[in-house]
T-cell receptor
Framework: GAGVSQSPSNKVTEKGKDVELRCDPI?????LYWYRQSLGQGLEFLIY????????KSGLPSDRFSAERTGGSVSTLTIQRTQQEDSAVYLC???????????FGQGTRLTVV | TQLLEQSPQFLSIQEGENLTVYCNSS?????LQWYRQEPGEGPVLLVT?????EVKKLKRLTFQFGDARKDSSLHITAAQTGDTGLYLC?????FGAGTRLTVKP
């Protein structure tokens, strides 16, 4: 596709359930980022993948959060045992190289009830 | 960890007015990016500044990078309602909290 694609666009889940969020980056982009944005807030960095290097997981808020990037392309962010405070928009971005212009998807709005 | 501080947090002005928003850091930026985010969308890059003292213009938007590369500003001339949005500064993978601008008709 032409841009970064995220799915689902909206997800409502019950507290305690696991969720998986998907990101399809722009083809050829080696860097991929996940961010979380709470209502009316800025972007909270979660995790960064760059090529075959070990991911920078320094932003993950707890061990309930994990992400993987298969084959250097598609990425999945998994949240286990969701809590109400996990409710937010989860944004994915990719860039041609690390820390150059980042192109964002439209996000997945997660609501934990 | 470098902190990016943006001010003001909120700004509401009338169409036609000028405004300036700021981004400051506790340490030197290697480069700085400004993004704008509209409701329901992801942020979109406006500009990247790299050199201390650099000034870049994008139509009615003027971006300045401080000589010491620890601060930056975004000035909008004759604001329009279409300028409404969240303005974010970023360095590498870290973003500031943003300035939420509302331009009223």
């Amino acid at each position: 596709g032409a841009g970064v694609s995220q799915s689902p666009s909206n997800k409502v889940t019950e507290k305690g359930k696991d969720v998986e969020l998907r990101c399809d980056p722009i083809s050829g982009h080696t860097a991929l980022y996940w961010y979380r944005q709470s209502l009316g807030q800025g972007l909270e960095f979660l995790i960064y993948f760059q090529g075959n290097s070990a991911p920078d997981k320094s932003g993950l808020p707890s061990d309930r959060f994990s992400a993987e990037r298969t084959g250097g392309s598609v990425s999945t962010l998994t949240i286990q045992r969701t809590q109400q405070e996990d409710s937010a928009v989860y944004l994915c971005a990719s860039s041609l190289q690390g820390h150059t212009e980042a192109f964002f998807g439209q996000g997945t709005r997660l609501t934990v009830v | 960890t470098q902190l990016l501080e943006q001010s003001p947090q909120f700004l509401s002005i009338q169409e036609g007015e000028n405004l300036t928003v700021y981004c400051n850091s506790s340490s030197v930026f290697s480069s700085l990016q400004w993004y704008r985010q509209e409701p329901g969308e992801g942020p979109v890059l406006l500009v990247t500044v790299v050199t201390g003292g650099e000034v870049k213009k994008l139509k009615r938007l003027t971006f300045q990078f401080g000589d010491a590369r620890k601060d930056s500003s975004l000035h909008i001339t004759a604001a329009q309602t279409g300028d409404t949005g969240l303005y974010l500064c970023a360095e590498a993978k870290r973003f500031g909290a943003g300035t939420r601008l509302t331009v009223k008709p």
